[in-house]
Every structure is written in structure tokens, then in C-alpha cells.
């Protein structure tokens, strides 16, 4: 199993979006952090499951039942968390 390590980024973009949805409903926000943390175990046993990302080196894997897109890189020993992509937002290039 891989170590998971974020990035301040990745870090900022769990904070923003659990704000954002606790804001409106706390038992979603809750599910959604749940569905991510459980997605994150899932890719530290398996890294290779998520597809070829936009950008280079790293690989994207859709959070189900959510609008996140976890975006990651494997390193060694370490899975790193580059950012939580929300599907309505613009992917930088």
C-alpha cells in the first residue's frame, strides 16, 4: 500500500469544497469526504486503476457518486494527491 501524501493545493481544494457543500448540507459534505477517503485507500492499493491524466505524469480517477476528479501522481512508495478537480471546473493546461 502507498503512502498518501497532499499536495497544498490538493490540501486547499478538500477544504474549499467540504466548506463549500457543509455550507448547504453538513450529511453531504460528510458523504462526499467519506466517498473521497475511500476512493484515496482504493488508489494506494492499486495506483494504476486511475487513466493517463491531462497532464503529464499524472492520472485521474473519478470519485463515484461525486463531481470530484482526484488527480495524482505515484512516486516510490507515495501516492501524491496533486489536486481535487470539481467536474464544473476548467482543468488548467
Do not use: C, W
Request: charged share 25%.
Amino acid at each position: 500500500m502507498l503512502k498518501i501524501k497532499y499536495t497544498k493545493l490538493a490540501a486547499e481544494d478538500l477544504k474549499n469544497g467540504y466548506e463549500h457543500i457543509f455550507a448547504d448540507n453538513r450529511s453531504a459534505a460528510r458523504d462526499v469526504i467519506v466517498r473521497i477517503m475511500q476512493t484515496l485507500d482504493l488508489l494506494a492499493l492499486e495506483p494504476r486503476i486511475g487513466h493517463a491524466g491531462r497532464v503529464k505524469g499524472t492520472y485521474e480517477f473519478l470519485v463515484l457518486n461525486t463531481p470530484y476528479i482526484i488527480v495524482y501522481m505515484v512516486e516510490g512508495n507515495e501516492l501524491i494527491v496533486v489536486s481535487f478537480l470539481h467536474t464544473s471546473r476548467r482543468y488548467p493546461e
